[in-house]
């Protein structure tokens, strides 16, 4: 018997800073993103009390292209993916471990503009492309008549055709 296990994480934050997209040398692309998540509760004695989390973040292939695009650092966000644990050994000789998100969704949950430099605070909405929709000629419109059966089975709007007056 097999025993099932689950590595799968879902987190909404904030990105802590821009996007960073990179190729390795095989040509995939690398995004890894930084992302802030916030915990608010209430102490036994009735202080308000929040915590903040800071993840790392990492998108491959065309997810990555994508993060780099429609990213930047503010934007609010939902990834769900798995956890990853990396060891190695630093250059002082200690052994490092860092723990990641790969992600694989990815949705963007605001409409607001990147903050750039001394925007920080405010936020405007994103002037959204204007797509001209065609202008339909004016047609009248049927109406939906409701078709009663008479009494031989036909519809009322149904009409007798005889095949002899089908040209072909």
């Known amino acids: 018997m097999s025993s099932r296990s689950l590595n799968k994480v879902t987190l909404i934050g904030n990105l802590t800073r821009d ?4 190729y ?3 040509g995939a692309a690398v995004c890894t993103i930084g992302i802030a998540t916030n915990r608010t509760w209430v102490t036994d004695s009735g202080e308000k009390k929040e915590e903040t989390e800071f ?13 780099s695009q429609l990213l930047a650092k503010g934007r609010k966000v939902y990834v769900e993916g ?3 644990t990396s060891a190695w050994q630093a250059q002082d000789g200690s ?11 990815m949705i963007v949950l605001d409409s607001r503009r990147p ?3 001394g925007d920080e605070g405010q936020t405007a909405p994103v002037d959204e492309p204007k797509v ?3 202008v339909e000629e004016a047609a009248p419109k049927k109406k939906a008549v409701k078709e009663e059966p008479k009494a031989d089975g036909k519809p009322t709007g149904a009409e007798d055709v005889n095949p002899d007056d089908i040209p072909f």
């Open 24 to 26: 390795t040398p095989t």
């Open 55 to 67: 993840h790392r973040a990492v998108a491959w292939n065309k997810l990555a292209e994508l993060c």
């Open 19 to 22: 996007p960073e997209l990179r």
């Open 82 to 84: 798995r956890l990853r």
């Open 115 to 117: 903050i750039t430099a």
């Open 132 to 134: 001209e929709k065609p």
């Open 95 to 105: 052994q490092r471990t860092s723990t990641e998100i790969v992600i694989e969704d």
